[in-house]
């Protein structure tokens, strides 16, 4: 990441904080929800019977370092899998969409995920890590879908 993109980072950490919402569910359970940057559908699904059904649930905010921790946290739990991927996308950052690129297409020699529309889709992870990765789950895109009635039947046909 570059100096100035770093700052600006930090800056917005400072002036708007978001805290980080990672919710686990039932750890025996396949699925995986991440409602991008859509905190009410998040809420939703928390507070509902559905969790009874998912093994974690949160959001994903950036096409870096958040796609990083997402994809080691699935690869570290074999039982995940099938993410569904629905929320609204970040604007600016689209990480959904780079995950989906990730998904699809991999990252290059410098770790730049390939075909993402993201300013910075630069990872941490290995190859091996994004084979891995590719190989356990299957990404349902619901991408734009923030009403939990239609999130409902994809969780409840996975299980």
């Given amino acids: 990441m570059n100096p100035i993109a770093e700052m600006v980072g930090e800056l917005c950490k400072i002036l708007l904080p978001i805290e980080d919402r990672v919710y686990f569910g039932n750890s025996k359970s396949s699925v995986a929800v991440c409602t991008l940057s859509s905190m009410e559908l998040l809420g939703k699904i928390v507070n509902s019977a559905l969790m009874a059904q998912v093994n974690i649930a949160g ?66 992870l290995t190859n091996g890590e994004v084979l891995k990765f590719q190989n356990q789950v299957r990404i349902i895109d619901k991408i734009g879908e923030t009403e939990i009635s239609n999130i409902r039947p994809e969780i409840s046909s996975k299980n």
């Avoid at 600016?92 to 995920?113: A, M």
Wanted: glycine content about 12%; overall charge positive; hydrophobic content about 30%.
């Fill in 59 to 124: 959001r994903l905010l950036s096409e870096n370092k958040g796609i990083d921790l997402l994809v080691r946290h699935v690869i570290s739990d074999g039982k995940i899998r099938t993410i569904i991927l629905c929320g609204k996308d970040t604007i600016g950052h689209k990480p959904g969409h780079s995950l989906l690129c990730l998904y699809q297409n991999g990252i290059d020699y410098d770790g730049r995920i390939i075909g993402s529309q993201s300013p910075d889709p630069i990872l941490s």
